[in-house]
């Protein structure tokens, strides 16, 4: 692949990017979250096109407009998400989409060579299985075993081992080197440094959507692989801030034990104190937890078990009370608006049935179109007016009715969780200097965020999650990048160096 | 593809919701009625006549449209049912069981004398006919909202056994069926059950107002009370509704009852204001015409009134065109099932081009956070 661009809405995703795979190797592709890698290699499956860049197979420049084109010349993909019929069998997921001449689906054939295919590689599974009752482990063998049923050449693995056990990512490793053995090669994207070194040949990485380089992974350790990822040794600019005179715990989270949507543990005996006049910065690469600590903070996620508490309250139930606890939640358009709903009414959507928003069981329409427009002004808006559907709005002004709804009235805990996603440079900073100010106020932020910078600049403490545990807790004013970037990696804080 | 964003400069709560909502079901109707003409044209009849049998048939004379406002009181009824649900996203096509249930209610505390005055004796009949159906919409209720379970393929699948329970209940020997009947029936409801009869000479009895003054009373309480902010909030985004403390699990339920009780009260009042008796089959099609005239109506209050309206016009009229020219009786479900298919088809291709520029929103959103400062870069 040569000097491949792509640029999406406000963003480049990737910038000139370069990336050579040679035949029976194993190249490792290297980056944070959102650095652009698996759009990059969604290009080389055909689900994208570069807006500019050529890509060479066996010399050859090709076009793929679509993954059928992508497996014609023999490249294949192992999706971080499966792409597999959950009500479907393991064979017929293998087939599906495989022209066939015959009326009648042939089977038995198909079964014999998956069954070959299964042996030589080890990846064993039953071929009349439901793929949607498989363990996830042997779903990934299903995703693997019908690329190669499809003969492919390159054979892309997305983050294969984030849900793989510790012996089926050994067992993968076997597979991967029986495959190039017989001369195919891998593309290996990852974050995680220790199988990166381990499985691969070679490194490339890539950095906010742009090459940064291609290294032998002889000649790369650990350390230098992670410099290269999260970037060159930055200089954090921390606000200027009074020193907290004392702590008084606001929040209190012991043993909390949580699961994500999918029933596996995202916290696990996770115990956190917040105090009243500190942020509290949660770093850490996406999907460590975050969501989930955020979530059950504010009653939305019930935990297995553990206890939360904010002040003296337990937390058993939603707490949508903005002068208790203001939430930010991360995802404004999903969660934190209604998007049809004018800035009005989403700017009360947790106080609609209280005074003086109501009055005799009646909503006060011209009670709620003032304080609009007193939050317009307060929080400097930018909207033709209150009755504008949130919708038109852009993203740091729907952000702004977020956090004025949720800071307004003073909460004693602030969870702004990835508040500055999305935004401009100005919204940002707009979104930092509020934080700042609660803090300042006396309120305890949670402050969670997966850009390291603004965990820095920002925190009086940070606490780093991987895989649903603390790495550390370290001091804000003393904190560096290379310790909090070890531990985001997964390498605990060693007490006492 | 930004142009397409529905227009802001309309902001009258009334008229402005109305002009906009009415654009679509307008085109859609007219386009029904076209494609209607053409089937009438095609079976050798001209479509102008017919029509033309047709209005008259639904507002020549007083007794057509009291006709037509009889016909309108369960669409009236169970359109609003239905329509509250679909401004929460449930959709709650049980209406046919409702009314049913409602019947039977009716018919337990309406068929015996109990020395009541007519007026207490009819609004006791009615509200025992609203707690039957709020009995039988606790169940898909419940099952939607706490053990998820598609409240579509429960509600219908309920309609039959409330049917059949209700064919049950009319045959001999059971108490309420009427002795030596030719065909299952039940007994006479007490006069002082019965809804009064308003025009002289026909058959016009209050249900239509009733279900009218409904309609606007829920439009109301859906603009304007903590309920309706609720029910809205629930459909615009659940996961908000969520966040914002909404018990959304008991709210989904409540609509689904609500929509049962107004489903009740439908089936009560054809019985007690129309057929006199509860019959084996006494309504048969008219709960699933109410999702269509919700459908027609987007789920608007006041949509339901026009749509109610039009369809009861059609099917009076409808009839009278079947006599006068030589037309089918059925022409007249066809013509209202193109109209309902032209409106969805009409909002269907409107949303497709709003769902694209929502998508082209959505791809920014997912792709900006890449975004990184540089400024704190030395």
């Known amino acids: ?497 | 593809m930004k142009a397409i964003k529905k227009p802001k400069f309309i902001e009258v709560p009334f008229i402005g919701e109305l002009a906009l909502s009415g654009v679509r079901p307008i085109l859609g109707i007219a386009l029904g009625l076209l494609a209607g003409g053409v089937l009438i044209a095609v079976s050798g009849v001209n479509p102008f006549k017919a029509y033309k049998a047709m209005l008259q048939g639904a507002f020549g004379n007083r007794y057509a449209f009291s006709n037509v406002l009889v016909r309108s009181s369960p669409l009236l009824l169970g359109g609003i049912g239905v329509s509250l649900g679909i401004k929460a996203g449930v959709w709650n096509t049980g209406i046919e069981g409702y009314m049913y249930l409602g019947a039977v209610g009716a018919a337990v505390v309406g068929i015996p004398a109990l020395g009541l005055p007519p007026v207490a004796h009819i609004i006791l009949t009615l509200i025992v006919a609203m707690a039957f159906g709020a009995a039988w919409g606790l169940i898909p209720g419940y099952l939607r909202a706490y053990k998820g379970v598609n409240e579509v393929t429960s509600t219908i699948m309920l309609n039959y056994v409330a049917v059949f329970l209700t064919s049950w209940l009319v045959a001999e020997p059971q108490p309420l069926a009427e002795i030596g009947s030719f065909y299952p029936m039940s007994k006479l409801f007490q006069e002082s059950a019965q809804l009064p009869i308003l025009v002289r000479g026909t058959s016009l009895h209050p249900g239509a107002f009733i279900g009218l003054a409904v309609c606007v009373l829920l439009y109301f309480v859906l603009r304007y009370t903590p309920f309706g902010f609720r029910t809205r909030m629930l459909g615009f985004n659940p996961n908000a509704a969520r966040y914002a403390g909404v018990n959304t699990r008991k709210q989904i339920m409540l609509l689904i009852i609500i929509g049962a009780m107004l489903g009740g009260l439908a089936g009560a009042i054809e019985v007690t204001g129309l057929k006199r008796r509860v019959y084996m089959n006494f309504v048969t099609g008219v709960g699933y015409e109410s999702v269509a005239v919700a459908l027609l109506a987007g789920g608007n209050p006041l949509g339901v009134i026009a749509a109610a309206l039009f369809f009861s016009a059609l099917k009076a009229g409808g009839a009278t065109m079947s006599i006068q020219t030589n037309i089918g009786a059925p022409m007249t479900s066809v013509i209202i099932a193109l109209c309902v298919i032209f409106v969805i088809g009409v909002g269907v291709s409107e949303r497709r081009r709003l769902g694209k520029v929502q998508d082209n929103e959505k791809s920014e959103a997912v792709n900006e956070p890449k975004i990184k400062e540089e400024e704190n870069v030395t």
């Open chain 1, 1 to 497: 692949m040569q000097d491949i661009t792509k640029r999406f809405p406000g963003v480049l995703a990737n910038d000139r990017i370069s990336l050579e795979c040679k035949k029976g190797e194993v190249l490792g592709l290297l980056g944070e979250n959102g650095a652009g890698k698996t759009t990059l290699m969604n290009i080389l499956y055909g689900l994208h096109q570069p807006d500019s860049g050529r890509i060479y197979v066996d010399g050859e420049e090709v076009r793929i407009t679509s993954p059928s084109k992508a497996i014609h010349y023999g490249i294949g993909m192992v999706h971080q998400h499966f792409k597999l019929v959950d009500t479907l069998t393991v064979l017929e997921n293998i087939i599906l989409g495989i022209p066939s001449k015959k009326l009648l689906l042939d089977l038995a054939p198909a079964r014999k060579y998956l069954l070959k295919l299964c042996e030589e590689y080890e990846l064993f599974v039953d071929p009349d299985a439901e793929v949607g009752r498989l363990p996830v482990g042997q779903q990934q063998w299903v995703e693997i075993l019908k690329a190669l049923y499809r003969n492919v050449q390159i054979l892309v693995f997305d983050e294969p081992t984030s849900v793989l056990t510790p012996a089926e990512s050994d067992q993968l490793c076997r597979a991967i080197r029986r495959l190039t053995a017989e001369g195919r090669s891998i593309v290996f994207i990852s974050h995680k440094l220790r199988e990166v070194m381990e499985i691969t040949d070679r490194v490339t990485i890539i950095r906010d959507g742009k090459f940064i380089g291609t290294i032998p992974t002889r000649e790369a350790t650990q350390l230098k692989l992670a410099q290269m990822m999260v970037g060159r040794p930055v200089s954090i600019v921390r606000k200027p801030r009074p020193a907290l005179e004392e702590k008084k715990p606001v929040l209190v989270m012991k043993d909390v034990n949580v699961s994500d949507d999918r029933g596996v543990p995202a916290l696990k005996n996770f115990n956190l104190i917040v105090n009243a006049g500190e942020i509290l910065g949660v770093a850490g690469v996406d999907g460590n937890g975050q969501r989930e600590l955020a979530e059950c903070v504010v009653g939305l996620r019930k935990p297995a078990s553990g206890t939360i508490h904010v002040r003296d309250r337990q937390i058993t139930d939603v707490v949508a009370d903005p002068s208790f606890v203001g939430f930010i939640p991360e995802d404004r358009q999903k969660t934190g608006l209604v998007l049809d709903f004018s800035v009005s009414e989403n700017l009360i959507i947790k106080e609609y049935d209280k005074q003086p928003y109501i009055k005799n069981g009646v909503l006060k329409y011209p009670v709620i179109k003032k304080h609009a427009r007193s939050m317009i002004e307060k929080y400097n808006l930018k909207t033709p007016s209150g009755e504008v559907k949130v919708r038109n709005l852009s993203g740091g002004n729907q952000q702004k009715v977020v956090i004025a709804r949720e800071l307004n009235l003073g909460p004693v805990l602030d969870i702004a969780s990835q508040p500055t996603r999305g935004l401009d440079m100005g919204a940002v900073s707009n979104v930092h200097d509020t934080l700042l100010s609660e803090r300042n106020r006396g309120a305890a932020v949670l402050f969670i965020s997966a850009e390291l910078q603004e965990v820095m600049a920002l925190s009086d403490r940070i606490i780093v999650l991987f895989r649903g545990e603390i790495m550390g807790d370290i001091d804000g004013e003393t904190a560096d990048v290379s310790t909090i970037g070890q531990m985001m990696l997964g390498h605990p804080l060693e007490v006492g160096i």
